[in-house]
């Protein structure tokens, strides 16, 4: 029903900026929250940021004043601004559907980010 494709990962020194991208199609009328998340080797999948109507964001502690979530409400797209990138940012990224009954209604594909020198 959600499709959901992302793009914009790759390699990048600390300190460095990349930007995620996340397209949602499909039954977009039933996705009340978009997230990110992310999972690096050996470590569990942990909660990035969020974005919920009507212009609510969450972000976690360790992202938070580096890491922005926004959207672009007429190509049905959010996006992860990532600055001051460090070593422990490394991980793949993944982009989520959330319901109005809380549920995930779809997984984004994936996307390696990668911070070293």
């Known amino acids: 029903q959600v499709q959901l494709v992302e793009s914009g990962g790759g390699l990048v020194q600390p300190g460095g900026s990349l930007r995620l991208s996340c397209a949602a199609s499909?039954?977009?009328?039933?996705?009340?929250?978009m997230a990110w998340y992310r999972q690096a080797p050996g470590k569990q999948r942990e909660l990035v940021a969020g974005?919920?109507?009507?212009?609510?964001?969450n972000i976690a502690d360790s992202v938070k004043g580096r890491f922005t979530i926004s959207r672009d409400n007429a190509k049905n797209t959010v996006y992860l601004q990532m600055n001051s990138l460090k070593s422990e940012d490394t991980a793949v990224y993944y982009c989520?559907?959330?319901?109005?009954?809380?549920?995930?209604?779809?997984w984004g594909q994936g996307t390696q980010v990668t911070v070293s020198s």
């Open positions: 989520a559907a959330v319901g109005g009954d809380k549920t995930f209604l779809a």
């Open positions: 974005i919920f109507s009507p212009n609510g964001t």
């Open positions: 499909g039954s977009i009328f039933s996705i009340y929250a």
